[in-house]
């Protein structure tokens, strides 16, 4: 019953803009804070950027930190991915994940443990 969806990806050229989206089902996304991690081809998966379940707190890996914005709607039970200045490097798989627990303050945020709901996936790619 509990299950992230992520939208929004596509191809996109260098340089250019995407807003992913990261919609919750069966529970109240607002109670969780949200992690974004990105797979590409070949290598392991990457926390891209995080934020605590009120908004308060954000956080983003250095190679995407003044390009992308992560952001909440909890009204909308959706947290977003603000993604400018694209590069071909960020192509990838993207995905929004929750830990189990609600309101948990994680400690280690890009680490894939700290999280158990994940979405399926959305696909952004970056090419001329």
């Known amino acids: 019953q509990v299950q992230l969806v992520e939208s929004g990806g596509g191809l996109v050229q260098p340089g250019g803009s995407l807003r992913l989206s990261c919609a919750a089902s069966?529970?109240?996304?607002?109670?969780?804070?949200i992690g974004w991690f990105r797979q590409a081809p070949g290598k392991e998966r990457e926390g891209v950027s995080y934020?605590?379940?009120?908004?308060?707190?954000?956080l983003y890996t250095d190679s995407v930190k003044d390009r992308f914005t992560i952001s909440r709607d909890n009204a909308k039970n959706t947290v977003y991915l603000q993604m400018n200045s694209l590069k071909p490097e960020d192509t990838a798989v993207y995905y929004c994940?929750?830990?189990?627990?609600?309101?948990?303050?994680?400690?280690?945020?890009?680490?894939?443990?700290?999280?158990?709901?994940w979405g399926q996936g959305t696909q952004v790619t970056v090419s001329s």
């Open positions: 994940a929750a830990p189990r627990r609600s309101y948990y303050a994680i400690v280690n945020w890009a680490a894939h443990y700290e999280y158990d709901y």
């Open positions: 069966g529970f109240t996304l607002g109670r969780y804070a």
């Open positions: 934020i605590s379940s009120g908004g308060g707190r954000t």
